[in-house]
């Protein structure tokens, strides 16, 4: 995890953490001897949604694009990590939200897999 030190013992958060919950972008943490996160000190208001998409998958390019497309037409900063796993930070305090409408790139997708995925209760 990337971190920006801000004293001898205090380091905030210069990421979205794909896998390690309950710390979000720009908190401020400690460390332990191992150099491992060892408290949360300061929450940042910042919040993370997390999507895997399935490498597998015969449309998985469809809908990494379709991700992409949305969430930077919503102006959302974002990682992504292998064209799989992808980190989403909405601004703290906002109710913002990735634009969602209906859609249904694959016929075999249930057509309410976009809504599920790109809905304002996700950010929640």
Same mark, same amino acid.
């Not at 379709?66 to 305090?93: K, M, N």
């Given at each position: 995890?990337?971190?920006?030190? =801000?004293?001898? /013992? #205090?380091?905030?958060? &210069?990421? %979205? ?10 908190? @401020? ?36 694009? =379709?991700?992409? /497309? #949305?969430?930077?037409? &919503?102006? %959302? ?10 980190? @989403? ?36």
């Amino acid at each position: 995890m990337w971190t920006r030190q =801000l004293a001898d /013992d #205090r380091f905030e958060v &210069a990421c %979205l953490p794909f896998f390690t919950y309950g710390i979000c972008h720009r908190d @401020v943490v400690t460390i332990d001897s191992n150099h491992l996160v060892s408290a949360v000190v300061q929450k940042s208001g910042h919040r993370t949604l997390r999507v895997a998409l399935i490498a597998e998958h015969h449309d998985r390019d469809q809908l990494h694009e =379709l991700l992409h /497309d #949305r969430i930077t037409e &919503a102006g %959302l900063s974002h990682e992504w990590l292998q064209g799989t796993y992808l980190a @989403v930070d909405p601004a703290p305090g906002s109710d913002q939200a990735i634009p969602s409408r209906r859609w249904n790139p694959h016929p075999s997708w249930r057509p309410s897999l976009g809504d599920r995925l790109l809905s304002r209760d996700s950010f929640r």
